[in-house]
C-alpha cells in the first residue's frame, strides 16, 4: 500500500512539473538513472536530477507540501539533498536569517565552497533588488550584498520574470539562450555568474556574471542548450 501511495504521488508530481517546468516541453527527460546522468555529464557538462526520482519518501510528501502552501523543513532539506554530493555551489534560501543554518549544514556536509543567496524575496539572484550573500568555507563563513546594477543590471518587477505554462516558459528560455536580452537574461546571468565564482571558474562574482553576460550574447548557450537537449533525449530513449 505504501509502495502504491508514493507512485501515485510521483505520477502526481511529473503531471505538475510537466504542465510548468520549461525541460519537460525541450525534450529533456527528468527520469535519467544516475548511470544516464554520468554519460550527460560526461557529453555535455550538464545533468538534471529530480528529486523524488532519487529521493523516494519526496514522492510521498510533495502533495502535502503543494497543499500546505506553507514553507516547511524541505525548503531547507531540498538544495542539502544534491545525490552528486558536489563540492562547490550556489544554494538559495527563502530568507536571509536562515542563512547560518544552511551555512553549518554545508560546512557539516564538507562543501569546499558555496554562496548562499537570497534576493528580493526569492531564493535565487534576481534584478528585483540588492541580494543577501553568504560565501561558505571550511574556514567559516563572510556575508556581503550585491547591487545587481553595480554590473550593469537594470532593476526590474515581479511581472517581468513571470512566466507561464511549460511551453510559454520554454519559448522564454530558448529566447534567453538565443541573445535575447531582459530581466530574464539578466537573471541568468546573475545566477550563472556566481555559480562560476562558486566553483572558482572565475576570481569574483563579477567577473563570472561579466563571462555569463558575454556568453548568453554569444548565443553559444543556445547551441549548447540544443545540443544537450538532443543528446539527453537519445540517452532517455536508450533506457
Known amino acids: 500500500m505504501a509502495a502504491d501511495l508514493c507512485q501515485a504521488a510521483y505520477v502526481a508530481l511529473l503531471m505538475f512539473w510537466r504542465m510548468r517546468h520549461p525541460l519537460l516541453a525541450l525534450g529533456v527527460s527528468v527520469e535519467l538513472g544516475p548511470e544516464s546522468i554520468c554519460k550527460c555529464l560526461d557529453a555535455h557538462n550538464i545533468g538534471f536530477m529530480f528529486a523524488p526520482r532519487y529521493h523516494p519518501a519526496m514522492k510521498a510528501v510533495s502533495p502535502v507540501r503543494r497543499a500546505l502552501r506553507i514553507r516547511t523543513a524541505f525548503n531547507l532539506l531540498g538544495p542539502l539533498l544534491n545525490p552528486a554530493r558536489p563540492p562547490f555551489g550556489l544554494i538559495g534560501i527563502y530568507s536571509p536569517s536562515i542563512a547560518p543554518l544552511m551555512a553549518a549544514a554545508l560546512q557539516g556536509l564538507g562543501t ?39 554590473m550593469g543590471i537594470q532593476r526590474c518587477t515581479v511581472e517581468d520574470l513571470k512566466g507561464g505554462d511549460a511551453a510559454l516558459n520554454a519559448c522564454i528560455l530558448r529566447d534567453a539562450f538565443a541573445g535575447k536580452k531582459g530581466a530574464v537574461a539578466d537573471a541568468l546571468c546573475l545566477n550563472a555568474g556566481f555559480a562560476l565564482a562558486a566553483c572558482q ?24 542548450l540544443k545540443q544537450s537537449t538532443v543528446y539527453v533525449h537519445a540517452v532517455a530513449v536508450q533506457m
Open 112 to 150: 569546499r565552497r558555496a554562496l548562499v543567496v537570497h534576493s528580493g524575496g526569492l531564493d535565487e539572484l534576481t534584478p528585483l533588488a540588492d541580494a543577501d550573500v553568504l560565501e561558505v568555507t571550511p574556514a567559516g563563513t563572510r556575508s556581503f550584498k550585491v547591487e545587481p546594477q553595480r
Open 201 to 224: 571558474v572565475t576570481d569574483t562574482p563579477e567577473d563570472g556574471v561579466a563571462l555569463a553576460q558575454e556568453t548568453q550574447a554569444s548565443r553559444i548557450s543556445k547551441k549548447a
